[in-house]
């Protein structure tokens, strides 16, 4: 079954709008792993505007599941995570206007960079996942950098305007899970999925983890967070039955 990693950063978020110490992502890390996460995932901007440095501290030391560090492959970004050692370290491209990562990282423009990045942070016992495009050079482009995993981009098939679209957008990302499995890579998914368009992406079985941070935190707000991870996880699960 695939496994599901939260991201949190939406609870930061809720607590940057008014300035204040709370909600504290530090206990949503902890009802999530309750409720059945695999991992929690965070991503520490260059901008701070949610998830901040002591976040990510306090997190590296009371999650007990895997915590998933997204991060820019910035000289500062690599000492910071060289410094706390998350279990794993997610590769995004960043843009300070944008409101949430809007594409996959371009491995094929900046092989050698995102080299470089992915060596100093194995060095350091952190895997390495790109967060790339389902596209089949970029998928090649991720191997030639010797990340560990690639996250593919599932933005477009959310955002398909129609069935058509989306039946599109949902074979490129089966080969593109296809192609990342056979080359060796472990392969997660992410970006825009939601209790309404998850099921297709749960039959790709060269999938191993889900990436979902937003529309969990959205329904949490209405049912509690420990019942929102509990009913994606069910949701899941149905993909064996």
Do not use: W
């Not at 074979?171 to 999925?193: E, Y």
């Not at 937003?214 to 064996?240: F, K, T, W, Y």
């Amino acid at each position: 079954m695939q496994k599901l990693m939260v991201n949190i950063d939406h609870i930061a978020t809720l607590r940057e709008a008014r300035g204040v110490s709370y909600p504290d992502p530090l206990y949503a890390a902890g009802i999530a792993e309750m409720a059945g996460a695999s991992g929690i995932i965070v991503h520490l901007r260059e901008d701070r505007r949610h998830i901040k440095d002591r976040d990510v501290r306090l997190l590296r030391q009371t999650v007990r599941t895997k915590l998933n560090l997204e991060m820019a492959a910035t000289d500062a970004m690599i000492g910071i995570a060289r410094d706390i050692l998350p279990d794993m370290a997610t590769l995004v491209p960043e843009k300070r206007e944008e409101l949430t990562t809007e594409g996959g990282l371009d491995a094929t423009g900046n092989r050698e960079r995102i080299a470089r990045a992915v060596a100093a942070l194995r060095e350091k016992g952190v895997s390495v996942s790109l967060f790339v495009d389902p596209d089949e050079a970029q998928v090649a482009a991720a191997v030639s950098t010797g990340a560990d995993m690639i996250e593919i981009h599932t933005g477009r098939y959310c955002d398909a305007a129609d069935r058509a679209a989306e039946r599109v957008e949902l074979a490129k990302i089966v080969s593109a899970a296809r192609t990342g499995k056979a080359a060796g890579l472990g392969v997660n998914a992410g970006h825009g999925l939601h209790y309404h368009n998850i099921g297709p992406i749960t039959q790709i079985e060269e999938i191993d983890e889900l990436s979902i941070g937003h529309s969990i935190i959205a329904r949490a707000v209405l049912v509690g967070l420990d019942r929102a991870v509990r009913d994606m996880i069910e949701l899941i699960a149905r993909a064996e039955r």
